[in-house]
């Protein structure tokens, strides 16, 4: 479950997400998991293939330089499971608000 976005909802390429709730831990070697920025109109989803800290209540990644601009959901998939333990099955969470990208100042 996805609690909290760092920066009032605001994206900024190459700029820092942070995201907390629980069971947010994820294998980063697998391209399935991590943290995702879906867009709002339904196009392709972006990995956030940066990632800064990577804990079961905390997330930080990177966004990615090349995002481009307008709105997104962020969606954390993971196959960690409660107590830590590893599961088959890809589990999501998503980030419940919009967050904008603007371009870079």
């Known amino acids: 479950?996805?609690?909290?976005?760092?920066?009032?909802?605001?994206?900024?390429?190459?700029?820092?997400?942070?995201?907390?709730?629980?069971?947010?831990?994820f294998d980063a070697s697998d391209e399935?998991?991590?943290?995702?920025?879906?867009?709002?109109?339904g196009g392709d989803a972006v990995r956030c293939a940066v990632v800064a800290e990577?804990?079961?209540?905390?997330?930080?990644?990177?966004?990615p330089a090349d995002i481009k601009p307008g709105a997104y959901y962020a969606e954390v998939r993971t196959k960690t499971g409660s107590n830590r333990q590893l599961t088959k099955m890809l589990k999501t969470?998503?980030?419940?608000?919009?967050?904008?990208a603007a371009l870079p100042v």
């Open 93 to 100: 969470g998503r980030f419940s608000k919009l967050l904008e």
């Open 32 to 41: 399935a998991q991590g943290v995702f920025l879906i867009p709002a109109d």
């Open 54 to 63: 990577n804990k079961p209540a905390r997330l930080m990644v990177m966004v």
């Open 1 to 25: 479950m996805l609690k909290y976005c760092l920066r009032e909802n605001l994206l900024t390429a190459g700029g820092i997400l942070r995201l907390t709730g629980s069971r947010l831990k």
